[in-house]
């Protein structure tokens, strides 16, 4: 079945410093990928759509020039939070469909953590 | 505002036993519905899915069925087992969107065996 890749699962980071997030399709090419974020005990929450070769749509109240991302291929995006801060703490979750409708796979999560 | 919504967080049911799981929806676009089952630390997995023109849908021990004009969809899962124990989410899109789905708030299953 379609793999998606997520790294790093886990990273601790410095305020101020950014952190750079990977999501890759490994067995199929994704158009579009989508950047999710939970906090404890709630949804996951969408924050952007990450579309190849384009730029990313965000979702209404998430920073863009915080949150970049970037689509470089059909198989890679890469979410790079900015400046974080101790709030930015959370899991982020990638995912990446093979069309209209299909089934979305998930990349494992990465753990944030900004101290 | 969650156009997505799982009222219940947690559920436990007894193994070999029926176990229940309930999503509603606000937005009457919505036309494809996913269930995820996602153990601690891992990405969710897909289950199940159903579309607007169908309100039954069966593999193996997981149903899911759908209420278009209540905007309510359910997961059944029998007979229940250990291993299902885990949060599962139930999201929902508007298929021509491509992928943009929106999730409950999951709900945590525990199979007691």
């Known amino acids: 079945g379609a793999v998606v890749s997520q790294h790093p699962s886990r990273v601790i980071c410095k305020s101020g410093t950014s952190v750079k997030i990977e999501c890759r399709s490994l067995d199929f090419q994704a158009t579009t990928m989508f950047w999710y974020r939970q906090f404890p005990k709630q949804s996951l929450m969408l924050m952007a759509t990450?579309?190849?070769?384009?730029?990313?749509?965000?979702e209404q109240g998430v920073e863009k020039d915080k949150f970049l991302i970037n689509h470089a291929s059909l198989t890679l995006s890469t979410l790079t939070v900015t400046s974080a801060h101790p709030e930015d703490s959370s899991f982020y979750i990638c995912s990446a469909g093979t069309g209209f409708g299909s089934p979305l796979h998930f990349g494992n999560g990465t753990r944030l953590t900004v101290t | 505002d969650q156009q997505v919504k799982q009222n219940s967080p947690s559920l436990s049911v007894q193994e070999g036993r029926i176990s229940i799981l309930n999503c509603d929806y606000t937005?009457?676009?919505?036309?494809?519905f996913l269930w995820y089952k996602k153990y601690p630390a891992e990405g969710p997995t897909f289950l199940i899915s159903i579309s607007s023109i169908k309100d039954k849908n069966e593999d193996g021990r997981f149903t899911v069925f759908l209420n278009k004009s209540a905007k309510h969809l359910s997961l059944h899962i029998v007979p229940s087992q250990p291993g299902d124990s885990a949060v599962y989410f139930c999201?929902?899109?508007?298929?021509?969107?491509?992928?943009?789905?929106?999730f409950g708030t999951g709900t945590s299953l525990t199979v007691i065996p």
């Open positions: 990450s579309n190849e070769g384009s730029k990313a749509t965000y």
């Open positions: 937005n009457s676009m919505f036309d494809y």
């Open positions: 999201a929902a899109g508007r298929d021509y969107t491509g992928n943009q789905f929106y």
